[in-house]
């Protein structure tokens, strides 16, 4: 917890692992379902991966506060129409709006957004980054257990081209190894 919240009495939720893996077969995104106040799971099985946007064409997983990134989900849904499903101009505006808007700039969380074509990692800081390839693939991780879903994944792509795979076996490694995330994985994929 950071020195401002806790001279403030507020308590962070903390900790999650969402891992991105983007291969010529698919793209899935995964997350672990474990919220943690403090050094208490408050809830083993909640659903930080989902569907959103018309037919459910862009999956979305989050790490940091719930009712923040749930607000960030409804946003960047609003922004999807907006921009007849075009994930990349929809998460740039979400981006300004969520750095230059007095609200949205006080909310805590990451994304990572993926259709079909593209995968992103949404930040407070309005940043859109576009994860880097290796050959044919490409991986995101974010989150408490997202270095050690990263490097796993990394490593299982020499050996494995199958994106759900990848995913699931990378959320074991950090569900192994992070106290901040369990073995409860919620899968999507396009």
């Given at each position: 917890m950071d020195d401002s919240r806790a001279s403030h009495g507020l308590i962070q939720w903390h900790?999650?692992?969402?891992?991105?893996?983007?291969t010529k077969a698919g793209t899935v995104i995964a997350g672990d379902g474990q919220v943690s106040m403090g050094n208490t799971v408050m809830k083993p099985n909640a659903r930080k991966v989902r569907?959103?946007?018309?037919?459910?064409?862009?999956?979305?997983?989050?790490?940091?506060?719930?009712?923040?990134?749930?607000?960030?989900?409804?946003?960047?849904?609003?922004?999807?129409?907006?921009?007849?499903?075009?994930?990349?101009?929809?998460?740039v505006e979400l981006?300004?709006?969520?750095?230059?808007?007095k609200y949205l700039r006080n909310l805590e969380a990451l994304m990572i957004v993926a259709d079909a074509e593209t995968?992103?990692?949404l930040t407070g800081n309005g940043d859109v980054l576009e994860p880097e390839a290796k050959g044919d693939v490409v991986i995101a991780a974010i989150?408490?257990?997202?270095?050690?879903?990263?490097?796993?994944?990394?490593?299982?792509?020499?050996?494995?081209?199958?994106?759900?795979?990848?995913?699931r076996k990378a959320m074991q490694v950090a569900a192994d190894v992070c106290v901040f995330t369990n073995d409860r994985v919620t899968v999507e994929t396009i």
């Amino acid at each position: 917890m950071d020195d401002s919240r806790a001279s403030h009495g507020l308590i962070q939720w903390h900790g999650t692992t969402i891992i991105g893996v983007k291969t010529k077969a698919g793209t899935v995104i995964a997350g672990d379902g474990q919220v943690s106040m403090g050094n208490t799971v408050m809830k083993p099985n909640a659903r930080k991966v989902r569907r959103i946007g018309e037919g459910g064409k862009v999956i979305a997983g989050f790490a940091g506060a719930t009712a923040d990134a749930f607000t960030l989900f409804e946003r960047l849904e609003r922004k999807l129409e907006q921009y007849r499903g075009q994930l990349m101009r929809a998460a740039v505006e979400l981006a300004k709006d969520w750095r230059t808007d007095k609200y949205l700039r006080n909310l805590e969380a990451l994304m990572i957004v993926a259709d079909a074509e593209t995968m992103l990692i949404l930040t407070g800081n309005g940043d859109v980054l576009e994860p880097e390839a290796k050959g044919d693939v490409v991986i995101a991780a974010i989150g408490s257990g997202g270095n050690y879903a990263l490097a796993a994944a990394r490593a299982l792509v020499d050996y494995e081209q199958d994106a759900e795979v990848i995913a699931r076996k990378a959320m074991q490694v950090a569900a192994d190894v992070c106290v901040f995330t369990n073995d409860r994985v919620t899968v999507e994929t396009i």
